[in-house]
């Protein structure tokens, strides 16, 4: 039986991911940071795992933990993750920080933790992007700068593992059907006051938060067509699934940098002198 991690399983992408992977046959460790959610997963069937992606000890030990029972890990899913929204200067070098902390530090971490175990099974790493990655829109600049991140430490992994047997995957999603939006707007909110200089454009703000909710894709769609990526003999190095998961890519190689920046203010009620 194949083993897959899959971290930030307690709700939208990740939990579909879960679900979907054990329906095909896999031996599925969920991870999740919330006691309830892990009593959640463990009520399903997954081997759960209470993780705090950022925890290096705690990966050390769920490294151990997965080589003693399999010997191997077969795919690894980075998928935890969030979108820090608002004005980049309202919420500063700390809002950074927690960004790439774990949309990317953890990917690092985990996928390091894991090494061993993959290596033994020349497993897959499949790393959660964004086209926030390759279309940066206003409001939204920490996330969208943690999702090209992503995109550039993917292919470096991809090229610094394969002689090891360890390939790198990178999925781009679009729209998804999830609590995204719903977290997103939580963190916009901390950040407008009054205080804020953007305070007048709010409304923009809490639109950017809302647009991951936009016609979104079924994230158990989303899950099945990630599984048959995974399941074939040569995975592909990029996936995109969702709405606008294409399109969105396209507009921004394709539309000139003005124009398209002009669209996207305009999107998001950034018009006129402040």
Aim: with cysteine; net charge positive; proline share 6%.
């Amino acid at each position: 039986m194949p083993v897959a991690l899959i971290t930030g399983c307690s709700s939208g992408i990740g939990r579909a991911l879960a679900d979907a992977f054990k329906a095909a046959g896999f031996q599925v460790w969920a991870s999740a940071r919330k006691a309830q959610d892990v009593t959640a997963l463990a009520a399903a069937g997954f081997t759960a795992v209470q993780l705090d992606v950022n925890d290096g000890p705690a990966l050390e030990h769920l490294a151990e933990r997965i080589n003693q029972q399999h010997g191997g890990l077969d795919v690894l899913i980075n998928n935890a993750g969030y979108g820090a929204m608002g004005p980049l200067l309202d919420g500063g070098v700390a809002a950074m920080q927690r960004q790439f902390e774990t949309n990317v530090f953890a990917i690092v971490g985990v996928t390091r933790a894991l090494f061993p175990v993959l290596r033994r099974a020349k497993g897959l790493v499949v790393n959660i992007g964004s086209v926030s990655g390759v279309l940066v829109t206003p409001f939204a600049g920490a996330y969208c700068a943690s999702k090209a991140a992503v995109h550039a430490l993917s292919d470096a992994l991809r090229m610094e593992l394969a002689p090891f047997g360890i390939r790198v995957m990178e999925v781009q999603p679009g729209a998804i059907q999830s609590s995204f939006a719903k977290n997103a707007g939580h963190e916009a909110e901390q950040l407008i006051n009054e205080q804020s200089p953007w305070f007048p454009l709010r409304e923009g703000i809490r639109a950017r938060a809302k647009a991951s909710q936009d016609k979104p894709t079924p994230a158990s769609d989303f899950a099945a067509e990630l599984l048959k990526a995974v399941q074939q003999s040569q995975p592909p190095r990029l996936v995109r699934i969702g709405n606008g998961s294409r399109a969105l890519p396209l507009l921004a190689s394709l539309l000139p940098k003005g124009l398209l920046e002009s669209s996207l203010m305009k999107r998001f009620g950034l018009r006129g002198p402040l």
